[in-house]
T-cell receptor, first 114, second 112 residues
Framework: EPEVTQTPSHQVTQMGQEVILRCVPI?????FYWYRQILGQKVEFLVS????????KSEIFDDQFSVERPDGSNFTLKIRSTKLEDSAMYFC????????????FGSGTQLSVL | QKEVEQNSGPLSVPEGAIASLNCTYS??????FFWYRQYSGKSPELIMS????GDKEDGRFTAQLNKASQYVSLLIRDSQPSDSATYLC????????????FGAGTRLAVHP
């Protein structure tokens, strides 16, 4: 069964450092997403991406965040200058359509900012 | 007012019983509704999706939607210890690019 893969599974970084989280969405999907979940809290939407541009973003997704699809398979989330409060599990997801269809989530990257 | 509300639980049921999980949402324009299961430290896994009023059954799972009451529920029949997890209700706003709004989840514990 096709799946969304994320690397690395764990990332530890120092406050102020840049991190890049990587995702390979399901190959024939067209819509890509990042969600995050702070420990003990709800899953929160960050951004959706379609046709090589951001289609929607949340208030959390400020100028410190960016997304990119550098080639035909990878989808990345960059945090330019990490803060302690960026520590969370980051989930990549993808879907075939953008209109209410089910999302397939990757296994997540646990980001710890020290 | 929280956008998607769920009882945090834990909801404790004996093995073989029916577990009933509930969710309310605030946006009347919501169109798509999902139940995800999340084991500790893992990613959400889709259990059910429902788009129109009424019941939808899939194996041991039944999702129920009442848009007038802004209410979604999930029934798990013949509950098994392996069903012990946190169940997340998620709602897709009208016009949103799969911008799912998640509830905080209900923790279900099925004891032998």
């Amino acid at each position: 069964e096709p799946e969304v893969t994320q690397t690395p599974s764990h990332q530890v970084t120092q406050m102020g450092q840049e991190v890049i989280l990587r995702c390979v969405p399901i190959s024939n999907h067209l819509y890509f997403y990042w969600y995050r979940q702070i420990l003990g809290q709800k899953v929160e939407f960050l951004v959706s991406f379609y046709n090589n541009e951001i289609s929607e973003k949340s208030e959390i997704f400020d100028d410190q965040f960016s997304v990119e699809r550098p080639d035909g398979s990878n989808f990345t989330l960059k945090i330019r200058s990490t803060k302690l409060e960026d520590s969370a599990m980051y989930f990549c997801a993808s879907s075939w359509t953008g209109g209410g269809e089910k999302l397939f989530f990757g296994s997540g990257t646990q980001l710890s900012v020290l | 007012q929280k956008e998607v509300e769920q009882n945090s639980g834990p909801l404790s049921v004996p093995e073989g019983a029916i577990a009933s999980l509930n969710c309310t949402y605030s946006d009347r324009g919501s169109q798509s509704f999902f139940w995800y299961r999340q084991y500790s430290g893992k990613s959400p896994e889709l259990i059910m999706s429902i788009y129109s009023n009424g019941d939808k059954e899939d194996g041991r799972f039944t999702a129920q939607l009442n848009k007038a009451s802004q209410y979604v529920s999930l029934l798990i029949r013949d509950s098994q210890p392996s069903d012990s997890a946190t169940y997340l209700c998620a709602v897709n706003r009208a016009g949103g690019y799969n911008k799912l709004i998640f509830g905080a989840g209900t923790r279900l514990a099925v004891h032998p």
